[in-house]
């Protein structure tokens, strides 16, 4: 004989609800994941806007260009979590301005090249130690305009 309540589609309402919890024990799990990577800490002032990027396999990403206090050059990158909305991406991106001091909390991640070994800090985490107003980005023509001129 055949239960046929095992066949039963869940409604509007229980999907709903079973999407939420998907989405709060992805959150959950991805600040898990966080944290466990974050080792090192990094402060930055940024010296170029930010750079949003986005890779082959769909992820989102921002680099950045600084300086540390010690006056070395630093460069990072943070990956969007795959939970982000692109408007949240885009906000954040927009959100970073050059001066702006950022803390990160992430860990350095060593790349070998032709030139020798690189090392570019994976954050995990950004906090905005103080935050300088947006710039207003030029279009690509109006700066190689500037430059031509």
Do not use: C
């Amino acid at each position: 004989m055949f239960d046929f309540n095992k066949l039963r589609r869940p409604n509007a309402a229980e999907q709903r609800g079973q999407e939420q919890r998907r989405r709060a024990d992805a959150i959950a799990a991805d600040h898990t994941r966080r944290l466990l990577r974050s080792r090192d800490a990094l402060r930055v002032t940024l010296t170029d806007h930010p750079d949003a990027r986005f890779t082959i396999a769909g992820d989102r990403a921002i680099h950045f260009y600084g300086d540390q206090p010690n006056g070395r050059e630093a460069r990072a990158v943070w990956y969007a979590p795959d939970h982000m909305s692109r408007d949240e991406f885009d906000a954040i991106v927009a959100g970073y301005a050059i001066g702006a001091t950022l803390d990160l909390r992430g860990y350095w991640k060593p790349f070998n090249g032709n030139s020798g070994t690189s090392f570019t800090f994976v954050a995990q985490f950004v906090k905005a130690a103080d935050h300088a107003e947006p710039a207003e980005r030029k279009s690509p023509d109006a700066e190689i305009a500037a430059f031509d001129a």
